[in-house]
């Protein structure tokens, strides 16, 4: 199937549930983005900051840029211009940073805070204690250039679903949590950032809001 066809039938099932489509665009050629540009989509997903920088050069103007990546405190001012949504903030330090930049460009930058909910190593994200270090913070009240709309989570790579899926319940049941205890009079922390192309229908099941989709779309590497 082309990326079109793809993209229209993810549309489909996505719209109708309210859920935000990010096509995961890394690796993707300008021509590929395209293509799924032409087809309507609006929200494309990169974790290279280089890569992101010269594809927004390059890209209409309309597309909103959300960085899904590990993002290093130091690379983000080449994307603060123009960054529509930060999924991977995992420290006070990034988010400072980001809060600086985002004060240089005379903009708020909306922030995900990501969690580590995979038993994995490898991947980034707070531990639960962290995440509420975090919000406790001194400093974090004085972050006025920065917004936290929600919550972003990888699951654990694995075929067993079950795993995936408390992963996910576990990830939901904290966003109520957080949602209740910090942000209670903000409407704007409503984003639940969680699935991938391999596991993003337990991931709809159990209250995702945004799916982050690239061979799904675009086709195997």
């Known amino acids: 199937m082309s990326i079109t066809n793809n993209l229209?039938?993810?549309?489909?099932e996505t719209d109708s549930l309210g859920i935000?489509?990010?096509?995961?665009?890394?690796?993707?050629?300008?021509?590929a983005i395209q293509e799924a540009y032409a087809a309507g989509q609006r929200i494309f997903g990169e974790n290279q900051v280089q890569e992101l920088v010269e594809?927004?050069?390059?890209?209409?103007?309309?597309?909103?840029w959300h960085m899904v990546g590990h993002l290093q405190s130091n690379k983000v001012k080449y994307i603060?211009?123009?960054i529509t949504l930060i999924h991977?903030?995992?420290?006070?330090?990034?988010?400072?940073?980001?809060?600086?930049?985002?004060?240089?460009?005379?903009?708020?930058?909306d922030c995900l805070l990501q969690v580590h909910i995979a038993d994995e190593d490898t991947k980034f994200g707070l531990a639960y204690d962290e995440l509420?270090?975090?919000l406790r913070s001194e400093g974090f009240?004085?972050?006025?250039?920065?917004?936290?709309v929600g919550l972003m989570g990888i699951a654990t790579n694995t075929d067993n679903e079950k795993v995936i899926k408390e992963e996910f319940y576990e990830l939901k049941t904290l966003f109520n949590g957080i949602k209740t205890s910090f942000f209670r009079k903000n409407d704007q922390f409503k984003e639940l950032s969680m699935g991938?192309?391999?596991?993003?229908k337990i991931a709809i099941e159990q209250g995702s809001t945004m799916i982050r989709l690239g061979s799904t779309i675009f086709g195997a590497r």
């Open 132 to 134: 509420i270090e975090l």
């Open 196 to 200: 991938m192309s391999s596991d993003y």
């Open 20 to 31: 935000t489509l990010v096509a995961i665009s890394k690796t993707k050629t300008v021509e």
């Open 8 to 12: 229209l039938k993810i549309k489909q």
């Open 88 to 109: 991977s903030v995992d420290s006070l330090k990034l988010l400072i940073e980001i809060n600086k930049q985002a004060k240089k460009n005379n903009r708020i930058i």
């Open 80 to 82: 603060a211009p123009f």
């Open 141 to 148: 009240p004085n972050l006025e250039n920065v917004r936290i």
């Open 55 to 64: 594809k927004q050069e390059a890209l209409p103007k309309d597309i909103a």
